[in-house]
């Protein structure tokens, strides 16, 4: 078996999100969709209920009075924001934890995440652009493909690392060289398991290297760009470091200047801080 | 029960955005997740007044009201505001060791993100119109440093892709 094939072969190894989680993505795909279906599922999963409070009530989705209910909560965020609190709080068990082989300690690749999502919606806050809906949940999900590389199959970045330096190349592409696979690729085929929307799987797959992409797709231009942006910042900052390579087309596509980029981090902190509780401890029971 | 003998020195942490500045003592202070960000650390070893900052961005015009509640989030703000505050502990600016680390970019030859090129061409400038000389450095690359401040003597460390340096 080549080592590619073993990746794909694990794809099963890692815990998918609760079911509940799941629905919201789709829901949250869908502008037309009811979120009652979210609500009735999210009565069922305490534990995710706990979060969703916690981070309805955080300084960054500001409601004015503390809600206690899903439902309220509904109410003051509206559903296309509890959605994506939703996601939020799904999200963060799959990537909350430490990627040994990737030199990531715990919490790490989930500040790096979370920075992609609000990135995304930064960005297009600063480009005036429309975001689209699958933007939020393909950023916190992007990098999935490193749990299965340096957790189930306990890949050690410090070798690839040293291709990529030594070669002036992306670390994807020595990923490519060593694995036969990236976590690009791999986190696709993760997330397609998942059975989770087409433009969230497709922007994970193609986050390093959107000039190969077969189609275009907004979301993968905001995920590449927030991602570049998130590395600039230094969050969730691994072994694999800084070694990729931006796109111009896609700089071009957005018309990201350095103002829009300087705007566009100022944005993220700010919202990395009032997020901080969702990265102070794990929450839920 | 801190004065306890071997008890080890405590760690203060200087998140994105932010400075701290201390006179004496023993503590270390650190700041994470230094990529295109810059960071500075100056210490007096006569007045033992030391400072570490974390920049994220050089010029402050881009957001005057960030600038105004967070000044350390911007070089041009940052830097003279630690000065200052170390001038204010006793640091003398001919004695102040400074020492910066960061300004890391992407594999970028078309130079698409230039948020550490930046960042350091505007610290530099600045620290020479303040007659203030970089003692050491260790900045670009593709890597993601930790820089350390040990107050107790000055002693300034570097920690990146698992390992850890004098500076």
Redesign the interface.
Known sequence: MSRRDEVLSRLRDVPAMPAAAMEAIRVLQDPRADAQAIMKALEHDPGLTANVLRLANSAYFGTPRKVSTVREAAVRLGTKRILRVVVACAAAPVVRRGIKGY?LPPGELWQHSASVAVGTDALAEVLKAALPASAFTAGLLHDVGKILLGTYLEVDA?AI?QLA?SE?I?FDEAERRVLGIDHAEAGAALLESWDLPEDVVQAARWHHRPDDAPGRLITLDLVHAAD??S???????G?D??????S?AV?LRLG?T??V???T??RV??ALKELKDMFAAPGGR | MSGLVGAPPAQQTVG??EMLVRSGGEDVLVT??????VGVAAYDPVARAGGLIHC???LSK??AA?AAAAPA?FVDTGVPALLNALFEYGAERKRLVVKVA?A?????E?G?????E?NYTVLRKLLWKNNILIAAEDVG????RTMYLHMATGRTVIRS??QERDL
């Open positions: 030199d410090a690392i330096v002036k992306g570049a942006l590395m600039a910042e230094g969050l969730g900052i072994r470091g800084l070694q990729y390579r931006p111009k700089v990201l350095t103002r980029e300087e705007l981090l100022c902190l700010v | 994105i955005s994470y997740s230094l990529g295109s960000c994220m961005l050089p881009i957001d960030k989030m960061g890391s970019s992407l594999l970028d078309k698409l993100f230039k948020i550490g930046r690359g593709q890597v993601a892709q698992g």
